[in-house]
């Protein structure tokens, strides 16, 4: 799987005519270090790039890949410890990646772990990871938690990643307990770790991009083409997020196609839809130029058209 993935970043219209300093630095600004290393490699041109910034790439691959195993390490044992304690919890976006995928953590860069419990369970869980040694990271100006979709973050001496225990998938509203709940009953068993149902998924790591206005669109191509063959029924669809799912996913999908495949010129019907994959994909290929056209404002705009319904 994760060689189809490589061949497609080599391969893809928009990428393979970049020089190859240039496609490292937009790899790894998008956290995919690990496959800025196997791209260059796969199309020979890592010994073009200076000596020092190959050895950079190469130690942002390592320190990616010691928080990734650290990452699937403090996802495993929060499980393992609120399932002890009567509480399922399932792994959400990179974290249900690299356990779903047996993912090198090296090729995608992991900021915390995100784990979803059921509906009410929230502060019950935090209480459990407070008192097996975890401390919140409380920051100056921190969002007041108890109105948050999820707790304060949460880290532990022995793991290098902090870990987001979810009431809901994403801000922006009161979520549906019975629409979560059905989340955990659709989690495929007999496995361990329980895992989103694949089509879940897949509808989640759109959902959450197209919240957040596509900040790393790469990095959401990266992830759906580990889940090309995952397909999505309509029924699975998340549409109590702040955004309407379809769409979200729709503009993934021509995101992915557009960066890699050089298809999607005419996928998305709506003028809007058109202009987001634009942005998006400005967004993706040239950050340095957001400097006189800030990308929070990029974004915003972005996230904003999202959530207009046809």
């Given amino acids: 799987m994760i060689d189809r993935v490589v061949q497609l970043f080599c391969a893809g219209p928009a990428l393979r005519s970049l020089a190859p300093g240039r496609l490292a630095r937009i790899l790894l600004g998008q956290g995919l270090p690990g496959l800025a290393l196997a791209v260059l490699r796969q199309r020979g041109d890592l010994g073009c790039m200076p000596a020092p910034a190959a050895r950079a790439l190469a130690l942002a691959a390592d320190e990616a890949g010691r928080r990734g195993r650290s990452a699937v390490q403090a996802a495993c044992a929060v499980i393992d410890l609120l399932e002890a304690r009567g509480i399922e919890a399932l792994p959400l976006k990179g974290a249900d990646l690299l356990l779903r995928k047996s993912l090198d953590p090296g090729f995608r860069a992991m900021g915390d772990v995100d784990l979803l419990v059921p509906p009410g369970a929230r502060n019950v869980a935090v209480e459990h990871l407070l008192s097996a040694g975890f401390s919140p990271m409380v920051k100056d100006k921190a969002p007041d938690y108890s109105t948050h979709h999820h707790a304060?973050?949460?880290?532990?001496?022995?793991?290098?990643?902090?870990?987001?225990?979810?009431?809901?998938?994403?801000?922006?509203?009161?979520?549906?307990?019975?629409?979560?709940?059905?989340?955990?009953?659709?989690?495929?068993?007999?496995?361990?770790?329980?895992?989103?149902?694949?089509?879940?998924?897949?509808?989640?790591?759109?959902?959450?991009?197209?919240?957040?206005?596509?900040?790393?669109?790469?990095?959401?191509?990266?992830?759906?083409?580990?889940?090309?063959?995952?397909?999505?029924?309509?029924?699975?669809?998340?549409?109590?997020?702040?955004?309407?799912?379809?769409?979200?996913?729709?503009?993934?999908?021509?995101?992915?196609?557009?960066?890699?495949?050089?298809?999607?010129?005419?996928a998305l019907e709506e003028p809007s839809d058109r202009a987001c994959l634009r942005r998006a994909r400005f967004l993706a290929l040239h950050p340095e130029g957001t400097r006189f056209r800030p990308a929070w404002r990029i974004e915003r705009k972005l996230a904003a058209r999202l959530r207009q319904r046809p």
Avoid: N
Avoid at 254 to 266: K, P, Q
């Fill in 152 to 266: 304060v973050p949460l880290a532990h001496p022995d793991f290098a990643v902090p870990v987001e225990v979810h009431g809901a998938l994403e801000p922006g509203g009161a979520p549906d307990p019975s629409r979560i709940q059905e989340l955990f009953h659709r989690a495929p068993r007999g496995v361990s770790p329980c895992l989103l149902a694949p089509a879940d998924a897949k509808a989640q790591i759109a959902a959450h991009a197209a919240v957040h206005g596509f900040h790393f669109p790469l990095r959401v191509s990266f992830d759906l083409a580990l889940l090309a063959d995952v397909g999505v029924d309509d029924d699975a669809f998340m549409s109590y997020v702040v955004v309407d799912a379809r769409r979200a996913l729709a503009l993934a999908r021509a995101l992915l196609a557009d960066l890699l495949l050089g298809t999607s010129r005419s």
